[in-house]
T-cell receptor, first 119, second 113 residues
C-alpha cells in the first residue's frame, strides 16, 4: 500500500514550457486535491475532484488545469509555466463523506510533494 | 469563503515546556478541524482532529480544544520534545460534501533541548 505518490519529485522549467504532474493513490479515495505551498504560507487549494470524471476550481486555479480520468489518478497541468508558479506542489486524497473504511472521514493524506522551479 | 488565521507564526520553547497554537475561522458552518504536522522537507501529516460536536480531544501529549461560539480552536502540546520541532498547520473544513480544507499559514515550532 503506497498511499499517495507524486511524479516527478523535482522539475526545472523555463518560462512558457508546459508540464504535467501526476498524483496516484491506492486507497480507493473518492476525493483528490492539488495544493501549492509557498514559503511562509499555508497550503492553498488549486483544484480538486470529488470523483472520477469531475473537477472543480479551488482558491488559486489560474494557470493550471486538471483531469481525473481514472479514480486513482489526478493530473495537474501547467500549459505555459511562469516564475510565479515556482512552488512545492502537494497532492492529497481523502475518504468521501460517506466512507466507511475506518479512520476519520475527511482526513487528507498527502503525497511527498513535487518541487517545481520555473526560470 | 472560509478564512483561517493562525498564531503565532513562530514559537520557541524549552524542552519539557508546553506549546499552544491558536486558530480562528470565519465560517460558522465549518464542522471539522484537523491539525497537521510538517517536518522539514516532508509531507503534512494529520496529528489530531476535532469535530464541531466536541469541545476537546486528547491524544497522549497532544490536545485540541474548540470554541464554536468564538470560532476558535487551539492545539496544546505538553512536555515538548525536540522531535516536536516542525511546522504545524490548522485547517477548517467547509460544510459541503467535498471535504475541502482551508489552511492557516502555519506555525514553526522549535523545541530547544
Amino acid at each position: 500500500n503506497a498511499g499517495v505518490t507524486q511524479t516527478p519529485k523535482f522539475r526545472v522549467l523555463k518560462t512558457g514550457q508546459s508540464m504535467t504532474l501526476l498524483c496516484a493513490q491506492d486507497m480507493n479515495h473518492e476525493y483528490m486535491y492539488w495544493y501549492r505551498q509557498d514559503p511562509g504560507m499555508g497550503l492553498r487549494l488549486i483544484h480538486y475532484s470529488v470523483g472520477e470524471g469531475t473537477t472543480a476550481k479551488g482558491e488559486v486555479p489560474d494557470g493550471y488545469n486538471v483531469s481525473r480520468l481514472k479514480k486513482q489518478n489526478f493530473l495537474l497541468g501547467l500549459e505555459s509555466a511562469a516564475p510565479s508558479q515556482t512552488s512545492v506542489y502537494f497532492c492529497a486524497s481523502s475518504y468521501s463523506i460517506f466512507g466507511t473504511s475506518g479512520g476519520s472521514q475527511e482526513t487528507q493524506y498527502f503525497g511527498p510533494g513535487t518541487r517545481l522551479l520555473v526560470l | 469563503g472560509e478564512n483561517v488565521e493562525q498564531h503565532p507564526s513562530t514559537l520557541s520553547v524549552q524542552e519539557g515546556d508546553s506549546a499552544v497554537i491558536k486558530c480562528t475561522y470565519s465560517d460558522s458552518a465549518s464542522n471539522y478541524f484537523p491539525w497537521y504536522k510538517q517536518e522539514l522537507g516532508k509531507r503534512p501529516q494529520l496529528i489530531i482532529d476535532i469535530r464541531s460536536n466536541v469541545g476537546e480531544k486528547k491524544d497522549q501529549r497532544i490536545a485540541v480544544t474548540l470554541n464554536k461560539t468564538a470560532k476558535h480552536f487551539s492545539l496544546h502540546i505538553t512536555e515538548t520534545q525536540p522531535e516536536d520541532s516542525a511546522v504545524y498547520f490548522c485547517a477548517a473544513n467547509d460544510n459541503t460534501n467535498a471535504g475541502k480544507s482551508t489552511f492557516g499559514d502555519g506555525t514553526t515550532l522549535t523545541v530547544k533541548p
